[in-house]
Nanobody
Framework: QVQLVESGGGLVQAGGSLRLSCVAS????????MGWFRQFPGKEREFVAA????????YYVDSVKGRFTISRDIAKNTVYLQMNSLKPEATALYSC??????????????????WGQGTQVTVSS
């Protein structure tokens, strides 16, 4: 089991930046990848970004490429999501996820098996 705790959400004006953090604990040696997903009110959770834990390969949804950056610090068991040039449509609950199986490159939430409680990001216009 892997436990995840996110932080860093909040209220920011359009064009501003936020950095989300997610600290993993427990069986972290079994993690293949970490990801960030977001959920808009009344909508399904959607993929935002993911990073391979050992190869450092990164993946992004097209709408955030060039503005969001995912990174990880293995020594601290922490993954980050740097979000720049934020837009009001980015307002959502952002959740960190860990994948402990090799099929995670589908980037589907079903292939990530540990989840944090989420942190709210609100971007005002």
């Amino acid at each position: 089991q892997v436990q995840l705790v996110e932080s860093g959400g909040g209220l920011v004006q359009a064009g501003g930046s936020l950095r989300l953090s997610c600290v993993a604990s427990g069986r972290t040696f079994s993690v293949y990848a970490m990801g960030w997903f977001r959920q808009f009110p009344g909508k399904e959770r959607e993929f935002v970004a993911a990073i391979s834990w050992y190869s450092d390969s990164t993946y992004y949804v097209d709408s955030v490429k060039g503005r969001f950056t995912i990174s990880r610090d293995i020594a601290k068991n922490t993954v980050y999501l740097q979000m720049n040039s934020l837009k009001p449509e980015a307002t959502a609950l952002y959740s960190c996820a860990a994948a402990r199986r090799t099929g995670w490159r589908t980037l589907q939430s079903a292939d990530f098996d540990s989840w944090g409680q989420g942190t709210q990001v609100t971007v005002s216009s």
